[in-house]
T-cell receptor
Framework: KAGVTQTPRYLIKTRGQQVTLSCSPI?????VSWYQQTPGQGLQFLFE???????NKGNFPGRFSGRQFSNSRSEMNVSTLELGDSALYLC?????????????FGQGTRLTVV | AQSVTQLDSQVPVFEEAPVELRCNYS??????LFWYVQYPNQGLQLLLK????STLVKGINGFEAEFNKSQTSFHLRKPSVHISDTAEYFC???WGTGGSYIPTFGRGTSLIVHP
């Protein structure tokens, strides 16, 4: 079974631009969560999508948004990029939502904002 | 707000020695606990999880953790480490609030195994 696939692996953007990251979950998994990982703040939960609906949301500004398609693939968008958005963005998939569920992580997309 | 605290940012240890990575969380009410490992340039991989039942949880790669409700701790242990255990380790917790489970991660502990 293929794991969680995130594309692209690396990205360099300029302040003010927007960016879209993609995540393909493990086949059959309907829950996709996104995390931001930085040296200063650690791993922070962005949001979770399940069956194309946002189920949970972390404490991030509205510049961070996401969506999920009918095939469970998910995209995350960050608009008006700031230097502080430089981070490793991790996507994780689970077979279901509602806690108690192991999350399977992708390798991440490393975003650098210059 | 709920929180997870990993008490050590870095733990150096010699190969074949025992190790304990410490984790404390803010509340034992309706909590699920996890330990993940992250190797360089990789995503996170689940080592073990506590949902309910036995307080001693065994995971992959010889790791185990004990859920201590009174001390709100979930420390990770391994009796004998290998060089290949060098990685970043994350403790995580989920609290069910109104049916919503938002995971909270600790800052991570870097385990460095020396030969």
């Amino acid at each position: 079974k293929a794991g969680v696939t995130q594309t692209p692996r690396y990205l360099i953007k300029t302040r003010g631009q927007q960016v879209t990251l993609s995540c393909s979950p493990i086949s059959g998994h309907r829950s996709v969560s996104w995390y931001q990982q930085t040296p200063g703040q650690g791993l922070q939960f962005l949001f979770e999508y399940f069956s194309e609906t946002q189920r949970n949301k972390g404490n991030f500004p509205g510049r961070f948004s996401g969506r999920q398609f009918s095939n469970s693939r998910s995209e995350m968008n960050v608009s008006t990029l700031e230097l502080g958005d430089s981070a490793l963005y991790l996507c994780a998939s689970s077979p279901r939502t509602g806690g108690q569920t192991e999350a399977f992580f992708g390798q991440g997309t490393r975003l650098t904002v210059v | 707000a709920q929180s997870v605290t990993q008490l050590d940012s870095q733990v150096p240890v010699f190969e074949e020695a025992p190790v304990e990575l410490r984790c404390n969380y803010s509340s034992s009410v309706s909590v699920y606990l996890f330990w993940y490992v992250q190797y360089p340039n990789q995503g996170l991989q689940l080592l073990l999880k506590y949902l309910s039942g036995s307080t001693l949880v065994k995971g992959i790669n010889g790791f185990e953790a004990e859920f201590n409700k009174s001390q709100t701790s979930f420390h990770l242990r391994k009796p004998s480490v290998h060089i290949s255990d060098t990685a970043e380790y994350f403790c995580a917790a989920e609290w069910g609030t109104g049916g919503s489970y938002i995971p909270t991660f600790g800052r991570g502990t870097s385990l460095i195994v020396h030969p």
